[in-house]
C-alpha cells in the first residue's frame, strides 16, 4: 500500500448535513483538525449553502449540488492555498452548512403599549401582535456579521434582536400611517408588508430578508374597549324613541321589574294590581275561591307616564298629575311634543285626548283691547 492510498483512507471523503431540528440556522461540519480530503464530495441539498472558512477567512460558498472539492471547483481556496494541479494532500478548512430555507410561524409582539395620534379618538395606545418568517440570502455575510465561529447556531439566538426591530418598525408605522384605529383592522394586510418592507432594509446588512409579516390583531387599553362598546352599544340601539318603545314593552312583560326603569313601573303597576286581586280572591291552596259564573271586575286603568321633547332633548316620565301642573305653569303648552308608551311617535299635546283636557280648564287668551277713540 502507497502512502498516499494510506492517507486517503485516514480522511473522510463525504461532507454533507441532514437537519431534522427545524430551527438550525448555521451547522459546523465537525472533523478533528479540520482535515478534508482533497478530491472529496461535498453534498448542498436544496435549502441549504456550504460556507468553507480557510485559516479565519471566508473562502468559497457552494450553492445546492454535489461537487468534487478539486482545483477547478474552488477557486479562492486554490488562490490561497497556492495549490498546483495535481495536489492531493489533505487541505485543512472549516466547513459551515446554512440552512437557507424559510423559518416560519416566527411570534413577535409589542411588549408596551404604541402611542398613536387618531383623527377621530385623539392619542391612544395601541398593543399589536403576530408572526413572521425570515430567510438567509447571503450565507457568506450572515457567517461573517452574526454566526462568528458558533458550531451550531439557532433561530432563537437572533429571534430576540429582530422582534426588537419589527417592534421598533411597527411602531413608527402605525404611529405614522394616519389610519384611523376602527380601519386597521381593514389594513393589516398592507401594514404587515409595510412593515416587513422597512425590516428587510435592516435586515439586508446581517445577510437576511423578511419575506412576510403578519398584523393577527392590534388592540386598545381595556378601559378604553369597555368605552368604544359602551358607544357601540348606544349605535345600536339606533332611533332613540323606538328604543324607548322596545324597552317600555320589555319592562311591561316583566311587570315593572327594576330592569324596565321607571315606566316599567307605571305599565306595571296596573297588572300587579290585578294580579294582587286574583291572589286575594284564591283560596288557601289557591284555587279560586269565587263562585263559578261570578262577574269579575276589570282591571283598574293603567296610568299612562310622559316624556316630553324640547330642544332635540327629552325629558321625563312625567305622571298626569305633573303634566297639569306644568300646563298651569305653562312649561306644556298644547304645541309641546309628548309621547308615552304604545303611541305611534312624537304628538302635539293638544291632540291627544287625555292630556287636551288639561287645558280646557284654563280660560282662553284675552280678547284685544277696543280701539281707541
Known amino acids: 500500500m502507497g502512502i498516499l492510498d494510506f492517507l486517503s483512507g485516514q480522511f473522510i471523503d463525504v461532507i454533507h448535513w441532514t437537519d431534522d431540528t427545524r430551527d438550525t440556522m448555521v451547522w459546523r461540519f465537525e472533523r478533528e483538525g479540520h482535515e478534508i480530503k482533497y478530491g472529496a464530495k461535498l453534498t448542498v441539498r436544496e435549502g441549504q ?13 457552494f450553492t445546492p449540488g454535489l461537487y468534487m472539492l478539486e482545483t477547478n471547483n474552488m477557486p479562492i481556496m486554490t488562490t490561497l492555498q ?22 416560519t410561524d416566527l411570534k413577535w409582539g409589542t411588549k408596551n403599549p404604541i402611542i398613536a395620534r387618531d383623527p377621530e379618538f385623539g392619542p391612544v395606545r395601541l398593543r399589536a401582535f403576530g408572526t413572521y418568517s425570515v430567510k438567509v440570502t ?65 435586515l439586508a446588512t446581517y445577510g437576511l430578508v423578511m419575506p412576510e409579516l403578519y398584523i393577527e390583531n392590534i388592540s386598545l387599553p381595556p378601559a378604553v374597549e369597555k368605552a368604544l362598546d359602551a358607544r357601540t352599544s348606544r349605535g345600536i340601539a339606533g332611533n ?44 288557601p291552596w289557591g284555587a279560586a275561591s269565587v263562585a263559578a259564573g261570578a262577574a269579575t271586575p276589570p282591571p283598574p286603568p293603567v296610568e299612562h307616564v310622559w316624556h316630553i321633547a324640547e330642544n ?5 316620565p312625567f305622571s298626569k298629575a305633573r303634566m ?21 311617535g312624537w ?3 293638544g291632540d291627544v285626548t287625555e292630556l287636551a283636557q288639561l287645558f280646557t280648564v284654563m280660560p282662553p287668551p284675552p280678547p284685544p283691547p277696543p280701539p281707541a277713540g
Open 49 to 61: 449553502a456550504a460556507v468553507f472558512v480557510h485559516e479565519g477567512q471566508l473562502a468559497d460558498v
Open 347 to 349: 304628538m302635539k299635546a
Open 312 to 316: 332635540g332633548q327629552t325629558q321625563g
Open 138 to 202: 447571503d450565507p457568506g455575510l450572515f457567517l461573517t456579521e452574526i454566526v462568528g465561529t458558533d458550531g451550531e447556531f439557532t433561530m432563537a439566538e437572533i429571534g430576540f434582536q429582530i422582534r426588537n426591530i419589527i417592534v421598533q418598525e411597527v411602531g413608527r408605522v402605525l404611529a405614522s400611517s394616519g389610519i384611523p384605529v376602527l380601519d386597521m383592522a381593514a389594513n393589516t394586510a398592507d401594514l404587515g408588508r409595510l412593515v416587513a418592507g422597512e425590516v428587510s432594509k435592516t
Open 82 to 103: 497556492h495549490w498546483d494541479h495535481g495536489f492531493r494532500s489533505p487541505f485543512k478548512s472549516e466547513v459551515y452548512f446554512v440552512s437557507t430555507a424559510r423559518f
Open 240 to 283: 332613540l324613541d323606538e328604543h324607548m318603545k322596545w324597552r317600555a314593552a320589555e319592562a311591561f312583560a316583566d311587570g315593572g321589574s327594576a330592569a324596565g326603569g321607571a315606566m316599567g313601573m307605571g305599565f306595571g303597576a296596573g297588572l300587579g294590581m290585578q294580579m294582587a286581586g286574583q291572589a286575594g280572591r284564591a283560596g
Open 324 to 344: 297639569g301642573r306644568m300646563a298651569a305653569e305653562g312649561a306644556l303648552t298644547r304645541d309641546t311634543l309628548v309621547w308615552t308608551a304604545g303611541q305611534d
